[in-house]
């Protein structure tokens, strides 16, 4: 039986991990009232009522608005912060954290400000022992037109971040849609990886047009490659990562998705686990490892392995692969 002691204290890398969903109620609030930004709720209880979602349209509705809070460079160092401490606390030693520009400059705030506030926090998580990198995402429900303005505006900044990732609302937003913008940033030396994961007729085909046409060297969710044994065998020669949120699918997919998961590690898939939204699903990295071994009696060797290749898929250099693998 593996334990909670167990797995908080093997050392992990967290390569799916939203910025803006670590915003915990309390935190919330403070800036909210700081700020002079009227969120609607005035208790930590409120706010926690006010989290009902059981798709991801329905989450990202509360989700997206609730990060007007965030107004000044230490309002988004002091969030990055909160989350490398909780980090600290679960032995991850690698992070690979996403943030959402498009959700921020439209509502009238500089590059400048979220950049150097992220990355001021991924400066200072080297005392506590991690290595935290940024990963610039593209919000698939907006323009391409904004996507290029966007990737455009981020080239002053080239050297905060590591890659370019895809998320907000799949439906009707085929990557595709973002060819331009994937190979540009490929160009720059950006690595690429991007969500797929709705449960519909044609999130296969997402995942097909990312690993045979984009070229992306993850795919964040994507557990429903299992439909197509072909691509499952592509993703796995290729050393594709995968990175299932077993919380997170709990409230917006049907299911954690543990059966999806124990196949592919059969197949040899390099799928890893990890927290998504923490703030709004209930739990950081360990309690999803937890969730997923618990309720489908994962075995150590299984859960090792999930670790494993967490830092195999990672973008942390060879040499420092070597320490963990
Ligand atoms: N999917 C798409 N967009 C997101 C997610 C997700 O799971 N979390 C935060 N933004
Ligand atoms: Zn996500």
Not at 14 to 28: D, N, Q
Not at 31 to 55: F, W
Not at 81 to 90: D, P, V
Not at 236 to 251: E, K, M, R, Y
Request: hydrophobic share 40%.
């Amino acid at each position: 039986e593996v334990t909670k002691e167990f797995i908080v204290g093997m050392p992990k890398a967290e390569l799916h991990l939203h910025i803006e969903g670590t915003l915990e109620p309390e935190l919330k609030l403070k800036l909210a009232q700081k700020n002079h930004v009227d969120i609607g709720q005035t208790t930590i209880e409120e706010v926690r009522a006010s989290y009902q979602y059981d798709d991801l349209a329905s989450f990202l509705a509360v989700y997206y608005p609730a990060m007007n809070v965030l107004q000044t460079e230490d309002d988004f160092y002091d969030l990055a912060m909160e989350y490398i401490h909780h980090a600290a606390e679960n032995n991850v030693r690698h992070a690979e954290i996403f943030f959402d520009p498009q959700a921020h400059t439209s509502r009238g705030i500089a590059f400048e400000t979220f950049i150097n506030g992220l990355y001021r926090a991924t400066v200072d998580a080297r005392a506590l022992n991690i290595d935290a990198r940024l990963i610039m995402c593209f919000l698939r429900d907006m323009s391409r037109e904004s996507a290029r303005k966007t990737l455009e505006e981020s080239l002053p900044y080239r050297d905060k971040f590591i890659g370019v990732g895809l998320d907000s609302d799949e439906h009707n937003n085929p990557p595709m849609k973002f060819f331009n913008q994937f190979t540009q940033a490929e160009q720059y030396g950006l690595h690429l990886t991007a969500h797929a994961d709705i449960d519909q007729k044609g999130s296969i085909e997402h995942i097909r047009e990312l690993l045979e046409v984009i070229g992306v060297e993850r795919i964040d969710h994507g557990t429903n490659i299992v439909e197509d044994p072909d691509l499952v065998a592509y993703a796995a020669n290729h050393h594709i990562g995968f990175t299932t949120c077993p919380l997170s699918n709990t409230f917006v997919r049907p299911e954690m998705k543990g059966p999806e998961v124990l196949e592919l590690l059969d197949k040899g898939v390099k799928i890893s686990a990890h927290s998504d939204d923490p703030a709004y699903f209930g739990g950081y990295i360990s309690d999803n490892y937890y969730a997923l071994a618990d309720a489908f009696n994962l075995t150590k060797e299984q859960v090792v392995m999930l670790a494993r290749n967490s830092f195999e898929t990672s973008w942390i250099s060879k040499e420092q692969k070597a320490i963990y693998i």
